[in-house]
C-alpha cells in the first residue's frame, strides 16, 4: 500500500513539473482577420472563376494572374531577425520599405500572407508565438508605410518551416525570418 501512493505521489510530481505554465499569446485580431481574408479570397476566386466562364477564356486570366503572382512573389525580400527577438533591424528596414512599395504598387490586387519562421532553439509554443511577434513587427511596420492592414494577413510557421537544416550559426540565421506570400 505504501509503494502505491509512493508511486502514485512520484507521478503526480512528474505530471505536474513537466507541463508549462506559460501559455503562448495569440493575437486574436490575426486570426480573425485571417478568417475574413480566407472568406473575402474564396469570394474573390468565384468572381474570378464566374468572369472566366464568360468570357470563354478558359482559365486563361486566371493563370495570367497566378503567373503574375508568383513574379511578384519573387521581388519580395525576406526580413532577417536576430536570436530570440522580434524587432526589425535597422538594415533591414530598407527592405521592408521596398516590400511595401511593391505591396502598394505592382502587388495592390492581391492579399500579402506574412509567415513568421524561427530557428530549431526554444519549443514548439515559444517558436510559434515568436514567428507571429515577428510577422506582427513586419505588419506594423507595412501598416506605418502605407499598406492597407486589412490586406496583411499573418501566420507562424516556428521552426517548421526552415530553408536550412545545417547545426551552424550561418544556418540558424536564415531560419529566423518572415516571408511574403501573395493571395488571390
Do not use: H
Not at 15 to 36: I, L, W
Amino acid at each position: 500500500m505504501k509503494k502505491i501512493v509512493l508511486v502514485s505521489i512520484t507521478m503526480m510530481l512528474l505530471v505536474f513539473t513537466g507541463c508549462s505554465s506559460k501559455t503562448p499569446t495569440v493575437d486574436e485580431t490575426a486570426v480573425e482577420s485571417k478568417t475574413n481574408n480566407e472568406a473575402a479570397a474564396v469570394q474573390t476566386e468565384t468572381v474570378t472563376n464566374d468572369d472566366s466562364s464568360v468570357s470563354g477564356s478558359n482559365g486563361t486570366n486566371s493563370d495570367s494572374n497566378e503567373m503574375n503572382m508568383a513574379n511578384i512573389e519573387k521581388q519580395m525580400l525576406s526580413i532577417y531577425f536576430d536570436f530570440d527577438k522580434f524587432d526589425i533591424k535597422s538594415d533591414m528596414q530598407e527592405k521592408v520599405s521596398a516590400d511595401a512599395t511593391l505591396a502598394k504598387t505592382t502587388a495592390n490586387a492581391f492579399m500579402v500572407k506574412l509567415e513568421g519562421n524561427c530557428d530549431e532553439w526554444g519549443s514548439d509554443e515559444y517558436n510559434f508565438a515568436l514567428g507571429l511577434k515577428r510577422a506582427s513587427s513586419v505588419k506594423d511596420s507595412l501598416v506605418a508605410e502605407g499598406v492597407d492592414a486589412s490586406r496583411i494577413t499573418m501566420v507562424s510557421y516556428g521552426e517548421s518551416n526552415s530553408v536550412c537544416a545545417d547545426k551552424t550559426k550561418d544556418c540558424w540565421a536564415k531560419n529566423r525570418r518572415v516571408d511574403f506570400k501573395l493571395l488571390p
